[in-house]
Structures are given as C-alpha cells and as structure tokens.
C-alpha cells in the first residue's frame, strides 16, 4: 500500500502533464517544442563547448560522470518543454483574466492592493530566488526573499498605475536608472552584487509568464493605439 502511494505520488503529475500535453493543438505542440529545443540545445551547446575546452587545457581525456551529466540535460530539456506547456496553458489566461477583471472593476485601491499581493506572491514562489538566497550567507534567506518580493510587489503596482494612466515607459526607465546608479554610488560594493543579481533572479520562469500575462490583461481594456505597447514594461 505504501509503494501504491508513492506510485500515485510520482505518476499523478506525469499523467496530468501527458494529458495536458495531448489536448494542446498541434500546432501548439510544435510551437513549444520548437522554442525550448532551439533554447536548450544553445544551452548545451555552450555548456559542452566550455567543458572541452577545459579538457584540452588540462589534458584531460575523459570526465568522471559525463554519461550522467548528458542524462541529465537531457531529462532538462524535456521538463522544461513541459514546464513551458502548463505555463503556456494556465497561467497566462489566468493571468489575462485577473488584469482585465482588476481594471474593469474601476477600484483604484482594489488594483493597487492586488496588484501588490500578487507581485509579492509570484516573487517568492520563484525557484531562481530560492536559489539565491541559499547562496548568499551573510543575509538571511527569508530577508532576501521578502525583500526582492516587496520590491516586486511595489513595481508591479507602479506598472498598472503607468499602464492606466499611459504614463510614457522611456520616461520612468530614464527617472529610475538614474536613481539605481545614484544609490549604487553610496552603498557598499559588497552590496552591488546581491543587488543586481536579485534584480535578475525575478525574471524566472514563474514570475514572467505571469506578469508579462496580467499586463496584457490590464492593457486590454484600454481601446487607444497605443495599449498594446503598454502591455509591456
């Protein structure tokens, strides 16, 4: 009984993924695999390249593990392609769905306080922040991950409100780069670098399928030219 748990464990999400991946259209299926082949196969590409460069300036002919290393892309490759897929199937519409709803509802105190909620949400939900965390020991995981996911939050409202209000996009990169360099002038160096990586990590593939999706949602209900191009940024 306890092997027929586990089993149930292991196999549910692989049979819940296949289904998913059976009623996608074909050309959605193409698209897919298409996209995250090219990505990943760059990827390893690189990675191989590297590793053998490395071989030949040690002399090296032959790397401990290389079968499992090879083993492992590939099984990256392929849950990737598949992590794409429910990313593609459910939270992009939901997404869409929530930023239309938010607007359509005319509240601005109801947009600003669920826009925040779910910036800060998504944040720390992402893998790539988790990982960080754990590699920086001079902060504590839950101080960076609250942090960057505040941060987040406060952004994401900014992008509604500038979505709305069609606050020009060229004009706030310029406003708020140059308040990055100015505090970058006055902090210390040691901090630079778990700043600017923090900054990276939020564009994982949690955070931006779904955000990228709420902006579409918000822009939506707007009928100017220009909406469209606010989805963005």
């Given at each position: 009984?306890?092997?027929s748990g586990?089993?149930?464990l292991?196999f549910?999400?692989?049979?819940?993924t296949?289904?998913?991946?059976?009623?996608?259209?074909?050309?959605?299926?193409?698209?897919?695999m298409?996209?995250?082949?090219?990505?990943?196969?760059?990827?390893?590409?690189l990675v191989?390249?590297?590793?053998?460069?490395?071989?030949?300036?040690?002399?090296?002919?032959?790397?401990?593990?290389?079968s499992?290393?090879?083993?492992?892309?590939?099984?990256?490759?392929?849950?990737?392609?598949?992590f794409?897929?429910?990313?593609?199937?459910?939270?992009?519409?939901?997404?869409?769905?929530?930023?239309?709803?938010?607007?359509?509802?005319?509240?601005?105190?109801l947009?600003?306080g669920v826009?925040?909620?779910?910036?800060f949400?998504?944040t720390i939900?992402?893998?790539?922040l988790?990982?960080l965390a754990?590699?920086?020991p001079?902060?504590?995981?839950?101080t960076?991950i609250?942090s960057?996911?505040?941060?987040?939050g406060?952004f994401l409202?900014?992008?509604?409100?500038r979505?709305?209000?069609g606050?020009?996009?060229p004009?706030?990169?310029?406003?708020?780069y140059a308040?990055?360099?100015?505090?970058?002038?006055f902090?210390?160096?040691?901090?630079?670098?778990v700043?600017?990586?923090s900054?990276?990590?939020?564009t994982g593939p949690?955070t931006v399928?779904?955000?990228?999706?709420?902006?579409?949602?918000?822009?939506a209900?707007?009928?100017?030219?220009?909406?469209a191009?606010?989805?963005f940024?």
């Open positions: 009984s306890c092997w586990k089993k149930a292991y549910r999400p692989v049979s819940a296949l289904y998913l991946w059976a009623a996608l259209p074909p050309g959605g299926r193409k698209r897919t298409t996209m995250n082949t090219k990505k990943n196969v760059a990827m390893v590409l191989l390249s590297m590793l053998l460069w490395v071989m030949r300036k040690l002399n090296v002919l032959y790397v401990p593990g290389l499992m290393i090879l083993l492992a892309v590939s099984m990256i490759i392929v849950g990737i392609m598949f794409t897929l429910g990313a593609e199937m459910s939270m992009t519409p939901m997404g869409e769905r929530v930023g239309s709803m938010l607007t359509r509802s005319q509240n601005l105190f947009i600003i826009g925040f909620l779910l910036g949400l998504i939900s992402e893998p790539d988790q990982v754990n590699q920086v001079s902060i504590p995981n839950m960076l609250l960057v996911a505040v941060g987040v406060i409202v900014m992008a509604f409100l979505m709305l209000l606050i020009p996009l004009r706030l990169l310029v406003i708020f308040a990055i360099f100015l505090l970058a002038a902090v210390p160096k040691e901090f630079l670098s700043a600017f990586d900054g990276g990590v939020t949690m399928p779904f955000i990228m999706a709420l902006g579409v949602g918000v822009s209900i707007r009928s100017d030219r220009h909406a191009d606010d989805s940024g």
